[in-house]
Antibody
């Protein structure tokens, strides 16, 4: 089955870290770049990070640059989002999505919820 | 980087056609033909409806079409149906190789 499934969300305190995972299956993993996109309650979609199909390039939104790191493990077909120095404003649902052409995201997971609260 | 500009809401009656605009800058919509549109129903994953301005993924109804002129892209939905009621987002590839989304448009089918 062609799918991506996110995991790793939870409730954490401000200033702490969390690592999200995105497990892909049913397609050629190394042929695609991937993105993390988030949506805060009542807000719109916000792009977070991109990793190229070969892992050679990563790009980040200004709001997470220097705190978040996107990576991939091609041996496991998994995308990661390491989130450090978490803030209350990082509280949101995080989606993993497959890229088919210059930021066209055709396969999305159901999302994983991150809540940053003291 | 500011979000692409979309109207907050649009509405139409069943059978009618509506258009949603998406305005950007020379760093994104104005330069790159990599504009996408997503349909998002509550509690579901977003769905890609249009990519590269006017391409429809397999399985997406031909009632959905995309276009672009200058700094503004548009999504047109013809023959509105009740199930089209959702939030719609545009996005664009940018000159910094990043991605930018619009603020979203709530479509109401009257």
């Amino acid at each position: 089955q062609v799918q991506v499934v996110e995991s790793g969300g939870g409730v954490v305190q401000p200033g702490t870290s969390l690592r999200l995972s995105c497990a892909a299956s049913g397609f050629s993993f190394t042929s695609h770049g991937f993105h993390w996109v988030r949506q805060a309650p009542g807000k719109g979609l916000e792009w977070v990070a991109t990793i190229w199909y070969d892992g050679s390039r990563q790009y980040y939104a200004d709001s997470v640059k220097g705190r978040f790191t996107i990576s991939r493990d091609d041996s496991k077909n998994v995308i990661y989002l390491q989130m450090n120095s978490l803030r209350a404003e990082d509280t949101t649902i995080y989606y993993c999505a497959r890229d088919i052409s210059h930021s066209a995201l055709d396969l999305w997971g159901q999302g994983t919820l991150v809540s940053v609260s003291s | 980087q500011s979000a692409l500009t979309q109207p907050a809401s649009v509405s139409g009656s069943p059978g009618q056609s509506i258009a949603i605009s998406c305005t950007g800058t020379s760093s994104d919509v104005g330069t790159h033909d990599h504009v996408s549109w997503y349909q998002h129903h509550p509690d579901q994953a977003p769905k890609l409806m249009i990519y590269n301005v006017d391409k429809r993924p397999s399985g997406v109804s031909s009632r959905f079409s995309g276009s672009k002129s200058g700094y503004t892209a548009s999504l047109t939905i013809s023959g509105l149906q009740a199930e089209d009621e959702a939030d719609y987002y545009c996005s664009s590839f940018t000159s910094s190789s990043t991605t930018i989304f619009g603020g979203g448009t709530r479509l109401t089918v009257l």
